[in-house]
């Protein structure tokens, strides 16, 4: 008599060996991070100056975040997930604070009244949150695909690390010249701007017609901006782990701090005289690491860097650059904040 078959019972899909994050983490985390944006601007929904004392709290509140979401991944997903997150978060907080130089002969640039600077850093943020998912899908979609996405970032990585240590070593100093700015020279050709701020407007209703406040420009141009952080903010963080999941969040919780952070260090950004040569010694060492990383997997032989080294590493050089720029500072007094050797471009004027 034949013995009945057992019918197979169907075994759940493996989970993603690329990630640790189940689609309940992600949501709670997305939901995390919108709660918080919807709190900064219901904080900036009337324009303020921003004191240090007020600064200084919600500092202290974004750094602590990411140190208690690293205790979290330590006793849910051990040692080696909590060491790439924190490596990664310190590699995009220390290329964070170099956007905010930017961003501050930004608001320069187009004369933005001190009350509405949390304003615009805010608009920024959340567009940089925006462009920094979609530049991390895209990166996870490339290294899926082949591990030449590891050459590629690696390449990039230490083409732009060339770049940068090549302008600090030639004292150039980054400028903002609003008139060359493609992307405001385009807006102003399709829509008048005011010629004064109009509170946090960004449109109002002129002659009958919508025009844009400079409020406006100003929040398009950091935008753009972000952009071209994003490039190399991305595979810098994908050079310390390949999950997707821990990308976004060192991206999330090194720039939801940032708007806090900006009005704390203002008077001592144009005292970091010495971060671009770190920032360009951090990028080319994971550009080797990314490249390095490749190459093991085609040779065994190739040796790859552990984690906890590139950690010691990146803080290393942070700290050697921050001492040798205090001191070059004793020595030679910096600029006050907003200030350059070259006059600031002039702010936007009315446009048709």
Do not use: C
Request: hydrophobic residues 55%; positive net charge; charged residues 15%.
């Amino acid at each position: 008599m034949p013995v009945a078959e057992t019918p197979a019972v169907a075994s759940p899909p493996p989970a993603d060996p690329t990630t640790i994050a189940s689609p309940g983490l992600w949501a709670i985390t997305v939901a995390g991070l919108l709660l918080l944006l919807a709190l900064d601007f219901v904080l900036t929904r009337r324009p303020h100056e921003v004191r240090t004392r007020e600064a200084v709290g919600w500092s202290v509140f974004y750094l602590m975040l990411p140190l208690l979401f690293d205790v979290y991944l330590w006793g849910a997903h051990g040692a080696a997930v909590s060491v790439e997150f924190f490596t990664g978060y310190v590699v995009e907080k220390s290329l964070s604070v170099d956007n905010l130089f930017v961003f501050m002969l930004l608001l320069a640039a187009f004369a933005v009244p001190s009350a509405l600077t949390q304003r615009v850093l805010l608009y920024g943020i959340a567009g940089a949150l925006v462009l920094r998912a979609v530049f991390i899908m895209l990166g996870a979609a490339a290294l899926k695909s082949g591990t030449w996405a590891f050459l590629l970032f690696g390449a990039v990585l230490i083409v732009t690390a060339v770049k940068v240590f090549r302008d600090a070593t030639a004292g150039r100093e980054q400028q903002v010249d609003v008139s060359s700015m493609r992307t405001v020279r385009l807006i102003r050709r399709f829509m008048p701007v005011t010629d004064d701020y109009r509170g946090s407007r960004l449109v109002v209703r002129e002659g009958g017609r919508r025009a844009l406040t400079p409020l406006a420009l100003a929040v398009v141009a950091v935008f753009a901006t972000d952009i071209v952080f994003a490039v190399d903010s991305v595979p810098a963080v994908y050079g310390v782990t390949e999950d997707p999941f821990l990308v976004f969040a060192t991206n999330a919780f090194a720039l939801l701090g940032l708007r806090a952070l900006y009005f704390v260090l203002r008077s001592a950004l144009a005292r970091l005289r010495h971060l671009n040569h770190g920032l360009s010694v951090i990028l080319a060492f994971i550009g080797v690491k990314l490249v390095l990383h490749w190459a093991h997997g085609i040779w065994a032989w190739v040796p790859e860097i552990p984690t906890l080294a590139s950690l010691a590493v990146i803080v290393g050089v942070l700290l050697v650059v921050t001492l040798t720029s205090l001191h070059s500072a004793r020595r030679a007094p910096a600029a006050p904040p907003g200030e350059t050797s070259r006059p600031a471009p002039e702010p936007p004027h009315t446009s048709s």
